[in-house]
Every structure is written in C-alpha cells, then in structure tokens.
C-alpha cells in the first residue's frame, strides 16, 4: 500500500461504516470492511470499533457507550468483509449490554461484550494528564520521522509500511520520547505518551451520531500504540528482524463523552503493565486539554524473535 498524497482521516470514518444485513444468529446484523495495512492480516482496531459502532446502533434509548471488553481470537484478511452479529442480553433504564460477533469465512474472529449507561448525578474526578510535555508542535510527524529513513537497512521496514506509518492510519501521531519504529527513541522506560489528532475533520458516517462515531474513533485509535510502552521497556522496535505481535484481549472504559474531541490534539499517556510468557500489557488514558475521556487496558502477544 501507499500513503495518500495528502494523508486524510477518511480510513477510520470507511472503517466504520457498516450495511445492514440479515441477521443469521442474533437480533441484528451488519457488515463492515477492514481497512488497507501492510501486515499479513488486519489491523485489530477495525474489529474493536467496527463493534462498537454495530452495538451503538443497536441502541436506540439514547444511552452511551461506558465500556466494552474484547477478545480476538482469528486472524483477519485485509480488505475483506467481516459480519458483525449484535445480540441484545439487555435493556433497562439505567444500563443495556450488548453482545457483538465478528465472523469471517463462517468461523468467529472476534466477541465483545459492550454496556451502555443513560448517565445520572454523581461525584466528578478524574485522573489528571502527565505534565511539563513537549507540545506536538515540538515534535517530529511520523512522516518527518521516516522521511529520511530507507527500507532495509537491518530492520523489518518497507517502503509499504513506511507509507503506512507516515499517512496512512487516519491520525498524526507524535512520541514522547520519541518513536519506536526502527529504533527505540530515547530512553527505555516503560512509559510513553503520544499526541493524537485526525489527519483532517472526521467526516461524517451513516448511522452513527457525531458522538458515536467519535467514540468509535477513539476505540480504533487506541489500538495502534497500547503495547508500544511494553517493546520501549523491552528494547524492541516495530521493525525488529523477527518480531511478531498480536492482541490478545482489550478493554476500554469510556468516561465522559467525547464529541468534539478530535477537534484538536488528544494526549495519549500510556505505560507497560507486566511483560512475560511472551505476553505484554499495555494501559494507556486519552485526555484532551480539560477532561480524562477514556482508559484502555491491552494484553498482547509479543514474539521477539530473539535466541530462537
């Protein structure tokens, strides 16, 4: 694949636009496409928002996506169909839960379980973001990262996955302290932020309101980075010879509703959990400039490669 020659938001917005179908299992049905990427199978943010959308329109009260928990269990083919199958376990006043399966080539790939609240008074607080951060304007674009960068060179990266880093993930994405592309950038910590902000206006996406689809953005955003804090700790770049990953499950709890928030540049504070038994976990907190919006929780497989 090739970076678009003006790099645009509009992957995650084509990511999230379903077509309604017969249901086979459940109570309503949809299909969705996974999106071009440069690795053997599909990036697994399609499936975790591509879910959240199908179980949003299943709701019809009003009520809001809290939280939704994950498990990937097949792999994905790039640009294909995947069947999105909602059940409705239930509606109450205050809460509705939501069952989704993803099937493709007849076989389940992907299940969630998501809950949606109607919202009511209580107390307010909120985790405060990390402070005394270069603003993104300080910072390198991925694209200004790689520009002088050639593929090879010792390291797993190609001119598709280059494009794909650089413009081709719907968002300008900027490390503290710095990449992990082709090298692990500054120090080895277990612990990194990144600013995030959509290439351009998210467009808008049939059968989903503005908050929807920005919550369902934000779900497919979260995936790209969740476990770059366990291979900085680790000393493992993306373009690592011999490197493979893979989510494993996810969970991701939404605390205020984010419409408006990709309007400007969101912080994206994460640390490394725990790594073993060829496992990482990541956690990572969206915030924009006043409010806590989200926190992500990722397990993953990480194969180094290495003494293999």
């Keep these: 694949m090739t970076a678009p020659e003006q790099p645009t938001s509009r992957i995650v917005t084509d990511a999230l636009t379903l077509t309604p179908t017969e249901p086979e299992l459940f109570d309503l049905a949809f299909t969705a496409i996974t999106q071009p990427c440069p690795w053997p199978k599909a990036y697994g943010g399609d499936m975790v928002a591509q879910a959240a959308a199908a179980a949003a329109r299943s709701v019809t009260d009003g009520k809001s996506m809290h939280s939704m928990h994950s498990y990937f269990m097949r792999p994905v083919d790039i640009g294909a169909e995947i069947r999105y199958e909602v059940e409705l376990l239930r509606d109450g006043r205050g809460y509705s839960t939501r069952q989704v399966r993803g099937i493709q080539n007849g076989k389940v790939a992907y299940v969630c379980l998501a809950g949606f609240a109607a919202g009511e008074a209580g107390g307010t607080h909120a985790v405060r973001p990390p402070t005394d951060l270069p603003s993104p304007d300080e910072l390198p674009s991925s694209a200004a990262y790689l520009a002088g960068e050639e593929p090879g060179n010792g390291t797993t990266m190609t001119a598709e996955s280059r494009a794909y880093w650089s413009g081709g ?93 990709f309007d400007g540049w969101l912080l994206y504070a994460q640390e490394a959990v725990a790594a073993d038994d060829g496992r990482g976990t990541g956690l990572g907190r969206f915030f924009t400039a006043t409010d806590h919006l989200a926190t992500v929780v990722q397990e993953g497989m990480i194969r180094s490669g290495q003494g293999t």
């Design 169 to 261: 993930r719907s968002f300008d994405m900027r490390h503290v302290p710095g990449p992990v592309y082709l090298r692990v950038e500054g120090e080895q910590v277990p612990h990194q932020a990144i600013w995030i902000r959509p290439f351009d206006a998210l467009r808008p996406v049939e059968g989903l309101t503005d908050a929807q689809r920005d919550l369902a953005a934000l779900a497919y955003a979260c995936d790209y980075t969740i476990l770059e804090p366990v291979l900085r700790t680790l000393g493992l770049p993306w373009a690592q010879p011999g490197l493979v990953t893979a989510s494993l499950d996810h969970a991701m709890w939404f605390h205020r509703p984010p419409t408006g928030a």
